[in-house]
């Protein structure tokens, strides 16, 4: 049997992953294609989604796609799984006779991290997905995608998503997100929501802090006054003003500017 290999975090699953999943059951002649989401990715210390729901979100995106199977062999070991680990399962567990291996073009310059890539290279031919203009030498075949979505940027318009949603289920007032990648300013994300009151921001804060960690963010700086409350994850800032200081300083209106 023929297989493709197709693995990763799918830290959300995006358009990009289901384009690299179509094209390579479009141009690789496979009997299968194993597609298997990780427990924790080797190189990252966390994630936004759990396990779970991670896996349950690839298989349902899949469940229509033939010769397309989910496995939950890194799921169900819950705990880091090499590349190389997942290979030797497959290869006890079925009669193998080729396995392509899928990864994108921006892993070609850390391959010589991963464990036992000299053994792992003898098992696997290496399929390249192409990603964000990098060359690909020829020796390697590729998928040619022209979808470009980023884990990390969908994951982090997933995160301000959540904080919205909370914010306004607690009853904060005209809440307004400023996306200021691109800009000369030092953060890339800003959130300004108006309190009710100096406990009503404190509370909002309250809220927020578990939220924050459940989706990954470790490093949370909170500076706290009566009026102004402000969150600091490093790459994004939560402003929390009461009606009065939200006119006085007119974030909004600095902010319009720099994002432009």
Do not use: C
Request: hydrophobic share 40%; net charge negative; aromatic share 10%.
């Amino acid at each position: 049997m023929k297989v493709a290999v197709f693995g990763g975090s799918f830290d959300p699953f995006h358009e990009g992953h289901l384009q690299v999943i179509r094209e390579a059951l479009k141009t690789l002649n496979i009997d299968k294609l194993f597609v298997i989401p990780t427990y924790l990715n080797p190189f990252k210390s966390s994630f936004m989604l759990n396990e779970e729901v991670r896996f349950t979100k690839v298989k349902e995106a899949l469940k229509d796609l033939k010769k397309v199977e989910v496995l939950d062999f890194e799921i169900n070991q819950k705990r880091k799984v090499t590349t190389f680990e997942s290979i030797k399962y497959l290869l006890n567990k079925y009669d193998l006779d080729k396995i392509y291996l899928i990864i994108g073009a921006d892993n070609l310059i850390s391959l010589y991290k991963w464990y036992n890539i000299n053994e792992l290279k003898r098992l696997v031919e290496f399929v390249i997905a192409k990603r964000d203009g990098i060359k690909v030498p020829i020796n390697y075949k590729v998928l040619d995608i022209n979808v470009d979505i980023s884990s990390t940027t969908l994951r982090r318009k997933m995160i301000v998503e959540k904080i919205v949603e909370l914010l306004d289920e607690k009853k904060a007032e005209n809440i307004q997100v400023f996306d200021m990648r691109g800009s000369d300013y030092f953060v890339d994300d800003v959130i300004i929501a108006t309190t009710l009151s100096d406990k009503h921001g404190f509370a909002l804060a309250d809220y927020l802090k578990p939220l924050l960690k459940e989706l990954g963010e470790k490093n949370i700086n909170i500076e706290q006054s009566e009026d102004w409350t402000v969150l600091d994850l490093g790459d994004m800032l939560i402003h929390l003003m009461s009606s009065d200081y939200r006119a006085k300083y007119n974030l909004e209106e600095f902010l319009s500017q720099r994002e432009n």
